[in-house]
């Protein structure tokens, strides 16, 4: 498989299964474009953007054996018939020859077409173009072994704030208000501990509702996990995602001495935050928290990012990122709102060319900010194409449900935050699991098998390897099937992921 | 080559197995609502 596309002027061609990429002259990309992927972009596009009717069979899977086929390997044309290559057959691989549009050799002179078959045969030849996608097994997929490494700790069931989006129900995710007993943290931090099998380093999320209402707490349990790691010769990574509100020096200092990564809860320009964003008695946040988030910043020695949620309401949030650039924030997140579709914030299918407006503006900042020598992150922009995480970490995904549990301050296990609160979705309570001789978790095999070869969506898409078959979660609660991605939250990602290529790609040239 | 310019390597072909698990849980990271994972960094040490 492999996806053409357009960016900024430059012709992109990624080879889905090898994760190569190419940057292509307008000739290679006539040839290739037609093979791009057949899925469009979620809004109407086909994948293969630019590929216009001014181009000889352009159209994706319009050209055929014609006068003209693609090249032999050796890259010779002339009299002879034009063949190499191959078509791609379902597992991405060649199996036939690739046809050539039609029309090429009135535009391009014999010697380019020649020059371009031999670079296109010499990396099909390099398994850098229409490569299969052998690497992955069955036992890759679901041979891993049931290993916990991550929590979401909550250790707050309530909040400070009164966010209208919020999917945690201001806090107490359905259920009552409750802050995490110290006892309870320490079986959760043992409970990761012990489930952790060979895994070195561990993190713990700290979440709520708002965390820093219960600061003491998580003081004892930092305090605790770090005595505990050494025991079983683990490396605890913690973290901690705030509104920010009741920042100050002490709680700033501890973060900064313990904390590896912190999110700070921002959405950007006040009147969007505000909009949002409000306190319990209804007004709105942003004046109270952004000297807060400021200090924090300027004093943190650490990761951190300023990270914010975008709605129906500021579908230009490009602005909202550069708001929060400007501020001095150089790691910046802004994520979709997930809600279902009666909410009037909530993101639809009509907002989609819109939004994908809003990330080619905000590649622009990227690339603006790059060209400059500042630094400047938007988080689903950050690919490392020389490196990035493994072939397994691409297909398996979020590990929630597997290698990833949220447990709520009454010791309530779930898959992940998201799942909080949905007793269908429980799989067991701190305090009972002695009794029970231990943890055993019930959806394993349910979480396990929803890998991107198990959902039909994902084993054609060509974004596949950069997402990993989306948020479970999220499948779940939009579609009702865990195996049927949020086909929202697909359309963007695959622009994201356009984007991020793109942005490297235009900085590269 | 002067008609293709490769800006990245076939990475995925590099690294069958089941993986080290040392990296972050990507939704640990940023995002908490959404999923992208080929921005998360490698941390093994023996493939770095």
């Known amino acids: ?509 | 080559m002067k008609q293709i310019k490769t800006i990245a390597k076939p990475t995925l072909k590099t690294t069958k197995g089941k993986g080290c698990g040392e990296c972050q849980t990507s939704c640990q990271s940023a995002c908490k609502t959404s999923c992208t994972v080929a921005n998360q960094e490698c941390e093994n040490t023996k493939r770095r």
């Open chain 1, 1 to 509: 498989m492999i996806h053409c596309y357009k960016f900024k002027g430059n012709n992109i061609v990624l080879d889905i299964n090898s994760g190569a990429v190419h940057v292509v002259s307008d000739l290679v990309y006539r040839i290739l474009s037609p093979h791009s992927d057949k899925a469009d972009m979620g809004d109407g596009r086909p994948c293969a953007s630019g590929v216009g009717p001014e181009t000889a069979g352009g159209r994706p899977g319009a050209s055929d054996a014609g006068p003209e086929t693609a090249g032999g390997r050796s890259g010779a044309s002339g009299a002879d018939p034009e063949t190499a290559g191959g078509r791609p057959g379902a597992s991405g691989a060649l199996t036939a020859p690739l046809p050539l549009p039609q029309g090429l050799s009135g535009r391009y002179p014999a010697h380019e077409i020649d020059e371009a078959l031999s670079e296109i045969a010499g990396l099909i030849d390099a398994g850098m173009l229409f490569s299969d996608d052998s690497q992955v097994s069955h036992d890759m997929l679901e041979g891993r072994g049931a290993v916990i490494k991550a929590l979401c700790l909550h250790a707050a069931h309530d909040c400070n704030m009164s966010c209208a989006y919020c999917f945690a129900d201001e806090g107490a995710f359905t259920g009552e208000k409750s802050l995490l007993p110290a006892e309870t943290g320490r079986m959760a931090i043992d409970f990761l501990l012990e489930q952790s099998g060979d895994r070195r380093n561990l993190e713990i999320d700290f979440f709520g509702g708002e965390p820093l209402m219960n600061f003491e707490v998580i003081k004892a349990l930092v305090a605790y996990g770090r005595e505990r790691e050494k025991l079983f010769g683990k490396n605890i990574r913690f973290t901690i995602t705030t509104n920010g509100l009741l920042l100050g020096p002490e709680k700033e200092a501890f973060i900064n001495e313990h904390m590896d990564n912190v999110i700070l809860s921002i959405d950007g320009r006040p009147e969007i935050n505000d909009a949002m964003r409000k306190t319990r008695g209804g007004s709105g946040t942003y004046s109270l928290i952004i000297d807060n988030l400021l200090r924090f910043g300027q004093n943190r020695g650490g990761r951190f990012y300023a990270r914010g949620t975008f709605t129906r309401h500021n579908l230009d949030f490009s602005r909202d990122v550069k708001h929060l650039a400007e501020l001095g924030f150089r790691n910046v997140s802004i994520e979709p709102v997930v809600a279902p579709g009666a909410m009037d914030f909530a993101i639809g299918d009509g907002d989609l060319p819109r939004i994908f407006d809003e990330y080619d503006k905000l590649a622009e900042l990227y690339i603006e900010y790059a060209r400059r020598g500042e630094q400047f992150a938007f988080f689903h922009f950050n690919m490392d194409l020389s490196g990035g995480p493994c072939v397994i970490k691409r297909v398996c995904g979020c590990g929630a449900g597997t290698e990833y549990v949220a447990i709520s301050p009454e010791g309530d296990i779930y898959p992940c935050h998201q799942f909080v609160g949905e007793e269908g979705y429980r799989l067991g309570n701190l305090h009972e699991l002695a009794a029970q001789g231990g943890f055993s978790n019930p959806l394993y095999g349910f979480f396990n098998h929803a890998h991107i070869y198990s959902k039909g969506e994902c084993a054609a898409c060509w974004a596949k390897f950069y997402c990993s078959g989306g948020c479970h979660a999220n499948a779940l609660h939009m579609n009702g099937d865990i195996l049927k991605p949020y086909g929202v939250g697909c359309a963007l990602e695959r622009k994201r992921v356009e984007c991020a290529i793109g942005i490297q790609a235009e900085l590269a040239g």
